[in-house]
């Protein structure tokens, strides 16, 4: 067990519509990062959030959106979803960032399937 | 631009033996190198670290990897295959900028054979 945790753990929708993961860190982790898993994309980095604030941005597409609240707890929000949108969804925190040094610590995933 | 290559899908080998997994990148700077593994149904877990200092790194469950800079490569070996290390291995490169994002690679699939 890392120490985060996402929900929910699976998620069945219908195209089109709006979906939102959620991410808890490590106790005391500052940083937050999604990352998608997809049978042809692989692993990307989508978007890195340090305390509250957006601190890099990957291959998100622009109907995706995330943020960071006060408790560093994090969410995803995924809308107008598409077929191609189907994939694992991780959270990984760290306690720090600007330091690859500082190991990540993944979560289980949400498995997202739109059909 | 950076990146990671795992030139292996899919690798069979039987339990007991030797085992190698290929990781090349393309960074302009010393990287900071990373293998995970993902069993089934599971987050990404660490194996082992790269940042500077003995280019042979000992990881957990009995891994290590080899930093070898004049081939851009990162491999990770094993001496000898247990059943439970069927699983996913993703090799990854720390992005350059005042971030910690990983660049991963598409991935190795390891299957063991009884």
């Known amino acids: 067990d890392s120490g985060v945790t996402q929900t929910p753990k699976h998620l069945i929708t219908a195209t089109g519509q709006r979906v939102t993961l959620r991410c808890s860190p490590r106790s005391g982790d500052l940083s937050v990062y999604w990352y998608q898993q997809s049978l042809d994309q692989g692993l990307q980095f989508l978007i890195q959030?340090?305390?509250?604030?957006?601190?890099a941005k990957g291959n998100i597409l622009e109907r995706f959106s995330a943020q960071q609240f006060p408790d560093l707890h994090s969410e995803l929000n995924l809308s107008s979803l598409e077929l191609g949108d189907s994939a694992l969804y991780f959270c990984?925190?760290?306690?720090?960032?600007?330091?690859?040094?500082?190991?990540?610590?993944f979560g289980p995933g949400t498995r997202l399937t739109v059909l | 631009a950076q990146s990671v290559t795992q030139p292996d899908i899919h690798i069979t080998v039987s339990e007991g033996a030797s085992l190698e997994l290929r990781c090349n990148y393309s960074y302009g700077a010393t990287p900071y190198l990373f293998w995970y593994v993902q069993s089934p149904g599971q987050g990404l877990q660490l194996l082992l670290k790269y940042f500077s200092g003995d280019t042979l790194v000992q990881g957990i469950k009995g891994f290590e990897a080899e930093f070898k800079r004049s081939q851009s490569s990162f491999n990770l070996r094993k001496p000898s295959v247990h059943w439970s290390d069927a699983a996913e291995y993703f090799c990854?490169?720390?992005?350059?900028?005042?971030?910690?994002?990983?660049?991963f690679g598409q991935g190795t699939t390891l299957q063991v054979k009884p």
């Open positions: 959030y340090y305390n509250g604030e957006e601190r």
């Open positions: 990854a490169v720390g992005a350059s900028g005042n971030t910690g994002k990983l660049i």
């Open positions: 990984a925190s760290s306690p720090l960032t600007g330091n690859p040094v500082n190991e990540q610590f």
